[in-house]
């Protein structure tokens, strides 16, 4: 049974960081490529960062030199900083696993999704 569990979220201020992490097992971690997708109420579920097999990563626009995507293949894990925080930011934060080389930007190319963790962050 594949599970993915997302930690990290939580209150912060404005200019503030947080680093969430994505623990996986029951998948051979290795052979996905990684996303994280944020959902904040009212609105779609949207691309955050992705990194691919090959340690390639991808970034949406407004979160290019702010965050950064990384993956521990030892520790199944795929971590998200996020320095300067802002209060747009704020969203339920959810990782993600694709079964595919390249990192895709939309929802419906990955396979497997975590539960998600709040992120909020105050003006």
């Known amino acids: 049974q594949v599970q993915l569990v997302e930690s990290g979220g939580g209150l912060v201020q404005a200019g503030g960081s947080l680093r969430l992490s994505c623990a996986s097992s029951g998948l051979i971690f290795s052979w996905y490529s990684m996303g994280w997708f944020r959902q904040a109420p009212g609105k779609e579920r949207e691309f955050v960062a992705g990194?691919?097999?090959?340690?390639?990563?991808y970034y949406a626009d407004s979160v290019k030199g702010r965050f950064t995507i990384s993956r521990d293949n030892a520790k199944n894990t795929v971590y998200l900083e996020m320095n300067s925080l802002k209060p747009e930011d704020t969203a339920v934060y959810y990782c993600?696993?694709?079964?595919?080389?390249?990192?895709?930007?939309?929802?419906?190319?990955?396979?497997?999704w975590g539960q998600g963790t709040q992120v909020t962050v105050s003006s």
């Open positions: 993600a696993a694709d079964y595919s080389r390249d990192v895709h930007t939309t929802a419906a190319e990955y396979d497997q």
């Open positions: 990194i691919s097999r090959s340690i390639t990563s």
